[in-house]
């Protein structure tokens, strides 16, 4: 199916990285079987940060691993460092996200380098990519936390974000992302960062990624959709956070996302129907987290098919 | 102050329709005057209809003599007839919104009559208005229910919608309402339909009621902001629901929508802070109900002062 817009699942990285309860590797990876059953294209699976730092993830090169076996999406993982991006090669991973934040602050209280330090970091990934011809076509992409606001900061000026992408761009970044860590944006923001990020990327693609911390994620998705953005973050039910924003809510609800994506005309490939599975799975392992979301229990518009699923009929 | 937009608070009026506990009037003018102090500027405060139809208004009479003593907000009701608008004009109220479903599955169970039966109650309100002289300057607005589908219908067809918005100008509508009573919108048909409907109200304002039953208010309000609209319901915690869509969460958050429009530089006039008596209040008088809503849990962005709080401090 010829896909409109790529929905990035990214319970298991974002969504895992708070909660208390350690899901272990066989729920971890049934998850994400429920996910490339559903028709989610793009998944980050992982996050290859130090064990000692957040435990959950102790188990990443296993999860990797397991998850390039299972056919369909694009299993993608999280690095803050070289020595992530080298596990996730030695693992097989084909697309690495690369993070630092853009706020000075936040990157230090985050992976404890300064953002000089952090591209640096980068730059090494870059390099050890071409070090082995397997590693060649290996999507690198630049993600920057805190694009629009930051709770240690707060206003982060645009044209700080926009340099940062021309830095990433500059070192070999095939892909942006531009996250709102905290949930602080709106619309038009949105719209004129992504708007002058699109431009600077040419052809490359620039992903947005969104938090739902003060009930402005989709309209947010609103503002990127109009500026040109065609890839964005989601999780299931919701789950996710920042260690530096304690109480918020989490990410933008996948099923709402796709909803909203689809009823805009937007092909994504995703059966809302199958995604049921993915969130039961989650739900069964974290009894204690909070699940949003509304899609899932309203069901669809009366008379509504979604333009994946006319296709599909085809 | 100045303000950009209105925002007009309707926890009093959809917000009451369908819970369980009745309400006494003293909770309810006392929840009205929150509303007042935390500076709204527009307030539907009950609902004209018979009390064996919605026990919940029996005392509409009494709510809204009482409302009307309480400076600040313009206080205005829903009415479904003329005997309803009646009862209002007698009261001294000064803005009547008249409601009627564009789909006429949805009128007949709302209301029992047709759409032309609807409509001809309306006729019938703007010659009781034109009465007495004291009623000349009666603001009547006229609400289209089901503008954006139908849980009965389905697609509700745009055309139509706006030929019900001719037809309530050509009898002497001031204003106009369209109501995504269901919750199936998504912000292009948003923005489509209002871009027309300002086109044909010219000079009188058209308002927009989004339900957040499938996730998407805030992103409608951003499809609506776009096409030039500048009033909008919500009510405290999301309050409400439609008795023909059963499950279904209620009208937007009124504290979220005020957030999303001071992101977006456009004066309110009301203070958050303020706000939180009139969610205390309702809390207390309806302890079965769910109620939603994030900015007033996470707070504001670190360094941000709404516009409204700017002009307040100089």
Redesign the interface.
């Known amino acids: 199916m010829q896909r409109d817009v790529i929905v990035r699942e990214v319970g298991l990285r974002d969504g895992l990285q708070l909660v208390k309860t350690f899901v272990p590797a066989e729920t971890k990876l049934a998850w994400a079987r429920a996910v490339a059953a559903a028709g989610i294209p793009e998944v980050e699976v992982t996050s290859f940060v130090p064990a000692k730092v957040i435990a959950q993830f102790a188990d990443a090169t296993e999860i990797a691993k397991g998850a390039l076996k299972i056919p369909g999406p694009l299993w993608c993982v999280l690095v803050p460092n070289r020595k992530g991006a080298e596990f996730a090669l030695d693992a097989g991973i084909r697309k690495i996200n690369f993070v630092l934040s853009v706020s000075e602050g936040h990157n230090q209280s985050n992976v404890r380098k300064t953002t000089d330090q952090s591209f640096d970091e980068f730059r090494q990934i870059v390099e050890l990519k071409s070090s082995k011809p397997e590693w060649k076509d290996v999507v690198l992409q630049g993600c920057l936390a805190t694009s629009l606001?930051?709770?240690?900061?707060?206003?982060v000026p645009p044209d700080r974000v926009l340099s940062f992408v021309d830095r990433y761009l500059s070192l070999g970044a095939d892909e942006i992302t531009l996250a709102d860590t905290?949930?602080?944006a709106?619309?038009?923001?949105v719209g004129n960062l992504f708007h002058h990020a699109i431009r600077l990327a040419g052809k490359k693609p620039v992903y947005a990624h969104f938090h739902?911390?003060?009930?402005?994620g989709?309209?947010n998705?609103?503002?990127a959709l109009e500026a040109g953005v065609r890839g964005f973050d989601a999780s299931t039910g919701g789950l996710g956070g920042c260690p530096f924003a304690p109480?918020?809510?989490g990410n933008i609800?996948m099923e709402?996302l796709v909803?909203?994506l689809e009823?805009?005309?937007l092909k994504t490939g995703v059966d809302l129907e199958r995604y049921r599975a993915v969130r039961g799975i989650a739900e069964k392992a974290l009894p204690e987290e909070k699940f949003y979301?509304?899609?899932r229990?309203?069901g669809l518009?009366?008379?509504?098919t979604p333009p994946s699923r006319q296709e599909a009929a085809e």
Chains 1, 2 share one sequence.
């Open positions: 606001g930051c709770t240690i900061e707060g206003h905290v949930g602080y709106s619309p038009s923001e739902d911390t003060r009930g402005l989709l309209a998705v609103v503002g109480g918020a809510s609800v709402d909803f909203l009823k805009e005309g979301g509304t899609i229990e309203a518009p009366k008379g509504f």
